[in-house]
């Protein structure tokens, strides 16, 4: 079956630590994002990918990082500069072109700080 | 910029009971409109979405919704609800301007709980 993979489904992390989210999809989708969701918060928007090798910021991408070397892939680092970084992390993916492709979700990665 | 409000954080209900989950959006240009659920420790499944045409969408798991422009409204609805349709449930709206492609705007989600 079709769908995003994401690991690991738990992660801890310790003080001056980077960390790396997997996120892997076999959907044949173009577009990329990760989000952060905190209780309450609704989803945030970290950063987005539309096409290999090109990623944009989204709304909260202080203290994180990501590539886009391959397709079907889009890693995200949690970096030593994300002071908060306790959070259940989202990878999702659309098809096509145009706002009206709906998101396909990864069953997310929940980051702890020892 | 676009934003969407869902107007209830919790909604209790009884099982078998009507349920409405409201969610207002605001944007300057035509949107697109799409209903997430999330159950416990679980990513977001699609629910429904609304591009063009009948305002009246109907969606998996007996829900539907009704999208209306004038009000800027897109609730939700399911008119008996069951105990495994308890969840979190999020409103999302992306917009038609060049430049913004990709992107969802989601509300905070509305947590939908029911009781036996």
């Known amino acids: 079956d079709g769908g995003i993979t994401q690991s690991p489904k738990y992660l801890f992390r310790k003080e001056g630590q980077n960390v790396t989210l997997s996120c892997e999809q076999n959907l044949n989708h173009d577009a990329m994002y990760w989000y952060r969701q905190d209780p309450g918060q609704g989803l945030r928007l970290i950063y987005y990918s539309q096409i290999v090798n090109d990623f944009q910021k989204g709304d909260i991408a202080e203290g994180y990082s990501v590539s886009r070397e391959k397709k079907e892939s889009f890693p995200l680092t949690v970096t030593s500069a994300q002071k908060n970084p306790t959070a259940f992390y989202l990878c999702?993916?659309?098809?096509?072109?145009?706002?009206?492709?709906?998101?396909?979700f990864g069953d997310g990665t929940r980051l702890s700080i020892l | 910029a676009q934003s969407v409000t869902q107007l209830d954080s919790q909604v209790p209900v009884f099982e078998e009971a009507p349920v409405e989950l409201r969610c207002n959006y605001s944007s300057s240009v035509s949107v697109y409109l799409f209903w997430y659920v999330q159950y416990p420790n679980q990513g977001l499944q699609l629910l429904l979405k609304?591009?063009?045409?009948?305002?009246l969408v109907k969606g998996i798991n007996g829900f539907e919704a009704e999208f209306n422009k004038s009000q800027t409204s897109f609730h939700l609805r399911k008119p008996s609800v069951h105990i495994s349709d308890t969840a979190e449930y999020f409103c999302a709206v992306s917009d038609l301007r060049g430049g913004s492609n990709y992107k969802l705007t989601f509300g905070k989600g509305t947590l939908l709980t029911v009781n036996p």
């Open positions: 999702a993916s659309s098809g096509g072109t145009g706002s009206s492709q709906p998101q396909h």
């Open positions: 609304y591009l063009s045409g009948s305002t």
